[in-house]
Nanobody, 118 residues
Framework: QVQLVESGGGLVQAGGSLRLSCAAS????????AGWFRQAPGKEREFVAA????????SYADSVKGRFTISRDNAMTTLYLQMNSPKPEDTAVYYC???????????WGQGTQVTVSS
């Protein structure tokens, strides 16, 4: 079993910056992919970014490419999402997740609210 707990959400002005964290515990995640997803009111949950727990190849949604950066610590216990120059349309509940692939996420955190004001 894996537990994921997000933190760092809140209110940020457009053009500012915010860093989300996701603390992972439980079984080893060395063979998993970690990712960030988000869900805005009235919309479906969508992919934001992903990174292998033991690799460095990252992938991003086109909407955040060049503004957001996903990373994780070397101990493979914490996942991050650095949000630079956020826009009001980035307002959503952000979830971290882990699984065998981007489309096969098995474990999910409870989510953290990010609100971007204009």
């Amino acid at each position: 079993q894996v537990q994921l707990v997000e933190s760092g959400g809140g209110l940020v002005q457009a053009g500012g910056s915010l860093r989300l964290s996701c603390a992972a515990s439980g079984r080893s995640l060395s063979d998993y992919v970690a990712g960030w997803f988000r869900q805005a009111p009235g919309k479906e949950r969508e992919f934001v970014a992903a990174i292998p727990w033991t690799g460095y190849t990252t992938s991003y949604a086109d909407s955040v490419k060049g503004r957001f950066t996903i990373s994780r610590d070397n101990a493979m216990t914490t996942l991050y999402l650095q949000m630079n120059s956020p826009k009001p349309e980035d307002t959503a509940v952000y979830y971290c997740a882990a699984g065998i692939s981007r489309k096969g996420m098995r474990y999910w955190g409870q989510g953290t609210q990010v609100t971007v004001s204009s």
